[in-house]
């Protein structure tokens, strides 16, 4: 059984901060073609946006974070960026681990891992167990991850326990087999880059999500910018499913 409540079967618990804020970090090869740089300059800036935005969420009161790094559809890009970005992802693992364990932060990493080499799978691994203590910040990175590959290795995987009962599956019981099945559902989405589309990213997770859209590139989104993510966030009337009134209804104080 999940532990966290679902948008579709329950009204969650909701506060003033997120408690979970999934992330697409567009932009990075846009921000160094205007500065007339190679591509991998833009991912390497936007590793600098990854540790500020992660500052960002503890002091703002955030408990998880996932952030979209490389989809399943990246591979079709060319083969040297794939190549750079495999690299970037091997040094960012050997350089921040230890920054993130000091912090309280737990770092995951959700995907098809089966694709990256034996050394990137293994420095994974490593970093998973350094930082299986912390509970200060949720750190999750998707890689390798798409949203249809998500549900469909969650069926498999529930199949593979519960045959007899095929056809009568429930969300609950396919849930844990989820790649976020740790973490409650995303209250707040941000894409950056001006791109206004989920991209294949947590289909099933997203489905009451509140959508915020940034014409800021990754590489120059800030705490700043995720303060403002955040006060465009406090400003929805999270409904789930309900009509405005009811939310008034349940106002203290009212009659």
């Known amino acids: 059984m999940a ?83 495999m690299q970037l992802f091997v040094t960012a693992l050997q350089q921040e681990v230890e920054k993130l364990n000091r912090n309280g932060v737990r770092l995951r990493v959700i995907g098809d891992l089966s694709r990256f080499d034996t050394r990137l799978q293994e420095l994974i691994r490593n970093a998973e167990a350094a930082t299986a203590g912390n509970t200060r910040l949720h750190l999750t990175i998707a890689a390798n991850y798409g949203g249809r590959w ?23 019981d ?45 590489p120059e989104f800030d705490a700043e910018a995720l303060a403002a993510a955040i006060a465009s966030y406090q400003r929805r009337e999270r409904r789930f499913g309900r009509t405005s009134e009811q939310l008034t209804a349940q106002e203290p104080g009212a009659r």
Not at 182 to 199: K, Q, V
Request: glycine share 6%; hydrophobic share 45%; charged share 25%.
């Open 3 to 85: 532990f966290f409540k679902s948008a579709t079967r329950e009204v969650p618990d909701t506060r003033p901060v997120p408690r979970h804020v999934a992330i697409i970090m567009d932009g990075n090869g846009r921000w160094a073609k205007k500065r007339f740089l190679p591509r991998v300059a833009g991912h390497v800036k936007g590793v600098e946006s990854v540790r500020e935005i992660v500052r960002a969420c503890i002091e703002q009161g955030v408990e998880y974070l996932t952030l979209f790094a490389f989809s399943s559809e990246n591979w079709r890009r060319p083969a040297e960026e794939v190549s750079l970005l």
């Open 150 to 172: 998500d549900i469909l290795q969650a069926v498999n995987r529930l199949a593979a326990v519960a045959p007899d009962k095929a056809g009568s599956w429930t969300e609950a």
């Open 174 to 218: 396919l849930e844990p087999y989820l790649s976020t099945h740790f973490a409650p559902e995303p209250d707040l989405f941000i894409r950056t880059g001006g791109e206004e589309r989920i991209s294949n990213f947590l289909l099933w997770q997203l489905a009451y999500a509140e959508l915020h859209f940034t014409e800021t590139l990754w």
